[in-house]
């Protein structure tokens, strides 16, 4: 579905940003995966070496737009072209807000949002040039819903899905299709550090009666990637067996 097509994917270490790398490379995207730090990419890397799966790496500050710009300017050199953009670096919250520092809060703003538009405004001008161009965010069910702590959380999400809806309208004319995917509770390691008592009840609370996979996650993005998707923009899809709270 994604034959020869480059596609970046920012938080690609692990959870959900691992399993989209690999179904974009069962899929025949050439895959550069970005992640916070040279320890975990080089890991990455050496493990999907070890499944035969062949994926380059950086580690650029996604809050420095000068170093962003910089990687974003060698990739485009090296592979020729930029077809795929996947923002799905993210950190979540889950405390009360008189325990929430203002620092706390610029954090999380920073990597789930800021990032964002670093990533996108270094991207955009090759994908106008070449007319064409997907980019996918990694939105979440709080969204929608909000949720009953860590309020940097669902406020960095609903600025996501913003960001989405905006790109979407003003890159179209270019080409470019701009989405998200609003995963509901997924089993990474995002979610086993939170507290049984917040995610349990929410469990029981899914019609679906489980909570999602990486790869239920990772279909969603591979089809918003491909051109099956060719008429589909600013969407925010969710990903949540209809979860509803
Ligand atoms: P995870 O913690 O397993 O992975 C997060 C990824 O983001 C890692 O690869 C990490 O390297 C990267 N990252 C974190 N901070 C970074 C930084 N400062 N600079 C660069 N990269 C950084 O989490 P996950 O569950 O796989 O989450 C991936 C995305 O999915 C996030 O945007 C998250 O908000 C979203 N999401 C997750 C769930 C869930 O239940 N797991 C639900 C809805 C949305």
Request: aromatic share 6%.
């Amino acid at each position: 579905m994604l034959e020869n097509k480059v596609a970046i994917i920012t938080g690609g270490t692990r959870g959900i940003g691992l399993e989209i790398v690999k179904v974009f490379k069962e899929n025949h995207a050439k895959v550069i995966l970005f992640g916070s730090k040279k320890e975990t990419v080089e890991k990455a890397i050496e493990d999907l070496k070890k499944e035969k799966m062949e994926v380059t790496g950086y580690y650029p500050n996604l809050n420095n737009y000068e170093e962003v710009e910089k990687v974003i300017k060698e990739i485009q050199e090296k592979y020729g072209t930029i077809d795929i953009l996947v923002n799905n670096a993210g950190i979540s919250a889950n405390k009360k807000i008189e325990e929430t520092t203002s620092e706390d809060f610029t954090k999380i703003m920073e990597i789930n949002v800021n990032a964002i538009f670093n990533m996108t405004k270094a991207v955009v001008p090759y994908m106008k040039e070449q007319k064409k161009g997907v980019i996918l965010n990694t939105s979440s069910m709080v969204s929608i819903y909000g949720q009953p702590a860590g309020v940097g959380y669902p406020a960095s999400k609903y600025a996501v899905n913003g960001i989405t809806k905006s790109l979407a309208r003003e890159l179209a004319s270019a080409g470019i299709r701009v989405n998200a995917v609003a995963p509901g509770v997924t089993n990474t390691e995002m979610i086993a550090k939170l507290p049984k008592e917040q995610i349990e009840p929410i469990i029981k609370t899914i019609p679906l009666g489980r909570i999602g996979e990486p790869r239920d996650i990772a279909n969603a993005f591979l089809f918003l990637a491909s051109d099956m998707a060719s008429y589909i923009t600013g969407v925010i899809l969710s990903v949540d067996g209809a979860a509803r709270s």
